[in-house]
C-alpha cells in the first residue's frame, strides 16, 4: 500500500514537472517576483492578479528547473488561487513546514484540503537539498505579495 501511494505521488510530482499548470507570462499582474535557487539553478518569476477584495484571483509562473521546483508552483498556483493573500502566505508556511519535515504540524481545519493536495512533495524532506526546490515557489510568492522587486532566495 505505501508503496502505491508512493508511486501515485511520483506520479503527481512529474505530470505537474512535464506539463506544468499556469505556466505563462500573466500580463495584467498586479504584483511580480523573481526566485533564484543558486544551489541547483532553479530560476522563476511569478505574476499575481488581485481581485478588488485583495484574493488571488490568478497566479502565474515561468522559469525552468528541476521537475520538484515545476511541480511545487504548478501546484501552488492551483491551491492558491481564490485565496486572500494572508491566507497564502499561511498556506506557505504550512507548506515549509512539511516540506521539512515531511509532517503536516497544522494540517486540519481550514488547511486540510489544501495540504492533502501538497502532501505529495512532504517525501522532500528526506532529501535536504530538495527542500528548497520544493520551496522556491512559496519565497517567490510572498516576493511577489510584497511586491519588493527583488529577487527570492529558497535560503
Not at 7 to 24: A, C, S, T, W
Not at 53 to 82: N, W
Not at 90 to 112: I, K, N
Request: net charge negative.
Amino acid at each position: 500500500m505505501f508503496d502505491d501511494l508512493r508511486d501515485l505521488y511520483q506520479e503527481v510530482i512529474l505530470d505537474h514537472g512535464r506539463k506544468p499548470r499556469n505556466f505563462r507570462r500573466l500580463e495584467d499582474a498586479d504584483r511580480h517576483g523573481r526566485g533564484d535557487n543558486p544551489m541547483c539553478g532553479d530560476r522563476m518569476e511569478l505574476w499575481v492578479k488581485l481581485d478588488p477584495e485583495g484574493r488571488l484571483d490568478d497566479v502565474a509562473f515561468q522559469g525552468k528547473g528541476c521537475a520538484i521546483s515545476m511541480a511545487s508552483a504548478s501546484l501552488m498556483t492551483e491551491t492558491v488561487r481564490g485565496k486572500s493573500q494572508a491566507e497564502a502566505r499561511q498556506l506557505g508556511e504550512t507548506f515549509r513546514a512539511l516540506a521539512m519535515t515531511g509532517t503536516c504540524p497544522d494540517c486540519g481545519g481550514a488547511l486540510e484540503e489544501e495540504m492533502e493536495r501538497l502532501q505529495v512533495l512532504g517525501g522532500v524532506s528526506e532529501f535536504p537539498s530538495r527542500v528548497k526546490c520544493a520551496t522556491l515557489a512559496w519565497h517567490t510568492l510572498n516576493t511577489a505579495l510584497d511586491n519588493a522587486g527583488k529577487e527570492a532566495s529558497s535560503e
